[in-house]
């Protein structure tokens, strides 16, 4: 199976900056798509940017010019940094990564989505 973990999230005062990473492990062929989501108290799931295995990237509105993601593929690693928080940034954080496992009998195996734990993100005004 596969595992994401992640690290980085806290508390941090509004105008602040925090990094998230992610990093995937365990039956892993090779890592496609890598995102990071987000859900605030009360609200849904929404997407934060995402990143190609190419490297092209893709932002929502609210974080665009603010939050960048990045990738080490060796690694198999996201990141987001995220500057100039606000209070409405305040949400747990989730990773996401498609990825195709390694069959049983080696090679390419089917393709799957997997989910970190998520990770606490509190902005304070």
């Known amino acids: 199976q596969v595992q994401l973990v992640e690290s980085g999230g806290g508390l941090v005062q509004a105008g602040g900056s925090l990094r998230l990473s992610c990093t995937a492990s365990g039956s892993i062929f090779s890592i496609n798509a890598m995102g990071w989501y987000r859900q605030a108290p009360g609200k849904q799931r929404e997407l934060v940017a995402a990143?190609?295995?190419?490297?092209?990237?893709n932002y929502a509105d609210s974080v665009k010019g603010r939050f960048a993601i990045s990738r080490d593929n060796a690694k198999n690693t996201v990141y987001l940094q995220m500057n100039s928080l606000k209070p409405e940034d305040t949400a747990v954080y989730y990773c996401?990564?498609?990825?195709?496992?390694?069959?049983?009998?080696?090679?390419?195996?089917?393709?799957?989505?997997?989910w970190g734990q998520g990770t606490q993100v509190t902005v304070s005004s």
């Open positions: 990143i190609t295995g190419g490297g092209s990237t």
């Open positions: 996401n990564a498609g990825v195709t496992v390694v069959a049983p009998i080696g090679g390419a195996g089917f393709d799957n989505d997997y």
